[in-house]
């Protein structure tokens, strides 16, 4: 299994483009989530799924928006890229959303908008 | 607000026991949990307490104390490769059931 697959590992925007992360999961879980990573900060919440056909904001939700393809694919979308979103993007997934299910993570996209 | 305040750096020697502390200031606690990340890595679960007490896992435990909003996570025999960061996050009613992160804790061990 491989798990969470994150694509692209590393991107360089020029401020205004637009751009899609991708996100799949093969371990048949209902949640999904994207966060970022910025130095010296832990994570913070994008967006997330709670399941397949349902989308809620986290706490950083401003300038992004989000797919739920299907059970298994969760994208975000930079529709406008800023300098400010320059970060590590992290998607994950988990068995349910309101219990800890622990988190399971892809591997990162480390994004730069010039 | 909600807030969670833990060391930036530990530092600690091979073979020895480091304790990294997490306090927050939530409504509606739920739960903390542990994570560690490698540079250039993927956060990973370690553990998560609920309850008050302490929940061993291998040379890992973790330790939550409710009532006084304080947790931490213990690490005994510590090997080279536990050099890495360590997040605590904690789950409440008012971040919807969300995990609200921690800044870290980066870990140095010294031969």
């Known amino acids: 299994n491989a798990g969470v697959t994150q694509t692209p590992k590393f991107q360089v925007l020029k401020t205004g483009q637009s751009m899609t992360l991708q996100c799949a999961q093969d371990m048949n879980h209902n949640s999904m989530y994207w966060y970022r990573q910025d130095p010296g900060m832990g994570l913070r919440l994008i967006y997330y799924s709670a399941s397949e056909g349902t989308t809620d904001k986290g706490e950083v939700p401003n300038g992004y928006n989000v797919s739920r393809l299907n059970k298994r694919e969760f994208s975000l979308r930079l529709e406008s890229a800023a300098p400010s979103q320059t970060s590590v993007y992290f998607c994950a997934s988990s068995e349910k959303g309101n219990s800890n299910e622990k988190l399971f993570f892809g591997s990162g996209t480390q994004l730069s908008v010039l | 607000g909600q807030s969670l305040e833990q060391p930036s750096e530990v530092t600690a020697v091979e073979g020895a026991i480091v304790q990294i502390n997490c306090t927050y200031q939530?409504?509606?606690?739920?739960?903390l949990s542990w994570y560690q990340q490698h540079d250039g890595g993927a956060p990973t679960f370690l553990s998560y307490n609920a309850l008050d007490g302490l929940e061993e896992t291998g040379r890992f435990s973790s330790f939550l104390s409710r009532s006084d909003s304080y947790g931490y996570l213990l690490l005994q025999e510590l090997q080279m490769k536990d050099s890495a960061s360590y997040f605590c996050a904690v789950r409440t009613m008012d971040s919807n059931y969300q995990l609200i992160w921690g800044a870290g804790t980066k870990l140095i061990i010294k031969p």
């Open positions: 939530t409504s509606g606690f739920y739960g």
